[in-house]
């Protein structure tokens, strides 16, 4: 194997590892996880809670990672364009569309877990939430920077920064981790495997950089970690629901509202 080939495959097999490694900062009881994330002393002095710092190390890691290979000569080692040239060699016929569902596989397994029975973090009407939360939030960025930054694709298209189907993927596993890797952690082995592979075929199948992969990997976790960090676990509970009277110049009624 070539020294970009090692280095290629080096990437690929730290992309599980490292997020794996990172996701304990998430095994605490629901109540950590809110707004006590962040403890204000004064205006002047915040100090931010250790597993927030945890828990950014790997998304943040592959955002740099991704940014890394933008940097270089196009004839570099490092380069997106040589290690995607390595990739269609290594992978000249093994073009598919599985990724296209690969993307979807841990979020099914969530609630298909959920519906056998299987014990989770959170109960169903928070699982929901959060998972609509961190789905709007990842999509909220990737088309940001889609739009912000269009960038041309391997195979010619266009918005190819950062890989969407990837960002899916990892919000996808990310939420299967944390909801059910005190089960198993081959559960969560099962998730991000399927992740990588997703980005592993975008790059396959000619319509992603390597680039593109990790950002849209960091962006997945990270879109996931924040919601889950700042979700309040109060969907449920009667608490959460509030019917206010209204008065107005010409009449009255009445004000719903749910704390998110």
């Known amino acids: 194997m070539t020294l970009r080939q090692h280095f290629l495959f080096a990437i690929l097999c730290l ?10 900062a998430l095994n605490r009881s629901p109540d950590t996880l809110g707004v006590r994330s962040v403890e204000i002393k004064n205006i002047q002095n915040q100090i931010i809670q250790p597993q927030w710092i945890r828990g950014a190390v790997a998304p943040a890691a592959l955002i740099i990672a991704g940014t ?25 016929n ?16 969530v609630f298909g ?10 109960d169903l009407i928070n699982q929901v939430v959060i998972s609509a939360k961190a789905e709007l939030l990842m999509n909220v960025l990737v088309d940001g920077m889609k739009f912000c930054l269009p960038t041309r694709r391997p195979s010619g298209g266009m918005n190819s920064m950062p890989s969407g189907h990837t960002a899916q993927a990892f919000v996808s ?8 890797r005190e089960t198993s952690p081959w559960i969560s082995v099962a998730g991000y495997a ?6 592993m075929y975008r ?23 924040v919601v889950y960090y700042t979700h309040r676990y109060c969907w449920g509970k009667k608490g959460n629901k509030m019917f206010l009277p209204a008065l107005y110049r010409n009449g009255g009624g009445a004000t719903f509202a749910i704390i998110l």
């Open 15 to 24: 992309i599980p590892q490292l997020v794996f490694s990172q996701e304990f």
């Open 68 to 92: 890394i290979t933008l940097l270089p000569e196009s004839d570099s080692f490092s380069s997106k364009y040589s290690i995607h040239d390595d990739v269609i060699r290594m992978f000249p």
């Open 94 to 109: 093994d073009k598919s569309h599985i990724d296209n569902y690969l993307q979807f596989i841990p979020i099914v397994a």
């Open 113 to 122: 877990l959920k519906a056998a029975g299987v014990k989770s973090r959170s």
């Open 173 to 180: 596993a990310t939420i299967l981790d944390i909801e059910y």
């Open 194 to 199: 399927a992740a990588t592979t997703t980005g």
């Open 203 to 225: 790059m396959i199948n000619n319509v992603h950089w390597i680039s593109d992969v990790l950002v849209g990997a960091g962006i997945g976790i990270f879109s996931t970690k």
